[in-house]
């Protein structure tokens, strides 16, 4: 079946560790996003990557890294520097259609980040 | 600055009435909108769209109604169902564009 997973659904750290959120779509998109929701709040896009090795800060990208190796994976780093990791992390892939709307954008699970 | 707001967070509907979920935009390059759903811990799902050069789009019981003039959109669910609870985000894109600008959401109560 055709789909984008997160692992892990949910995950905890100490205060201090990086922590990497795994992202994957078979879906063929070129474009992925990284979104973070937190209580009360829509969708703050953090990254995103139109194309392999490219990549572009969203509103809120300040502690946090991402990579682009492969068209098919789109992984976030949460960093130290992040001051307030804590909330449930949404990636995303969609096609990219300069001529029309085709650009609806597919989630994953979503995976909810815990720091202690 | 919200580019994309839903100004309430919150609606609660009877079971086989209308509900109606409002957006507003400050960008008039916006070509297209979109509509998704989300349950909790679940990734939000498209649920309809509608381009600018439209003022209406419908699929099923949901239909969206778009006003230029006043940088309004609003989605219509008819008749309202229990397992339509959920938050609802209004997004917006410009065209050629895939950067999607999302509202705050609205979290839609069905009663039985």
């Known amino acids: 079946d055709g789909g984008i997973t997160q692992s892990p659904k949910y995950l905890f750290r100490k205060e201090g560790q990086n922590v990497t959120l795994s992202c994957e779509q078979n879906?063929?998109?070129?474009?992925m996003y990284w979104y973070r929701q937190d209580p009360g709040q829509g969708l703050r896009l953090i990254y995103y990557?139109?194309?392999?090795?490219?990549?572009q800060k969203g509103d809120i990208a300040e502690g946090y890294s991402v990579s682009r190796e492969k068209k098919e994976s789109f992984p976030l780093t949460v960093t130290s520097a992040q001051k307030n990791p804590t909330a449930f992390y949404l990636c995303?892939?969609?096609?990219?259609?300069?001529?029309?709307?085709?650009?609806?954008?597919?989630f994953g699970p979503g995976t909810r980040l815990t720091v202690l | 600055d919200q580019q994309v707001k839903q100004n309430s967070p919150s609606l609660s509907v009877q079971e086989g009435r209308i509900s109606i979920l409002n957006c507003d935009y400050t960008?008039?390059?916006?070509?297209?909108f979109l509509w998704y759903k989300k349950y909790p811990a679940e990734g939000p799902t498209f649920l309809i769209s509608?381009?600018?050069?439209?003022d209406k789009n419908e699929d099923g019981r949901f239909t969206v109604f778009l006003n230029k003039s006043a940088k309004h959109l609003s989605l219509h669910i008819v008749p309202s169902q229990p397992g339509d609870s959920a938050v609802y985000f209004c997004?917006?894109?410009?065209?050629?564009?895939?950067?999607?600008?999302f509202g705050a959401g609205t979290r839609l109560f069905v009663k039985a």
């Open positions: 995303a892939s969609s096609p990219i259609d300069y001529d029309g709307p085709n650009n609806e954008q597919f």
């Open positions: 879906l063929n998109h070129d474009a």
């Open positions: 990557s139109q194309i392999v090795n490219d990549f």
């Open positions: 960008n008039s390059m916006f070509d297209y």
């Open positions: 509608i381009s600018s050069i439209k």
């Open positions: 997004a917006a894109l410009g065209t050629g564009g895939f950067k999607t600008i």
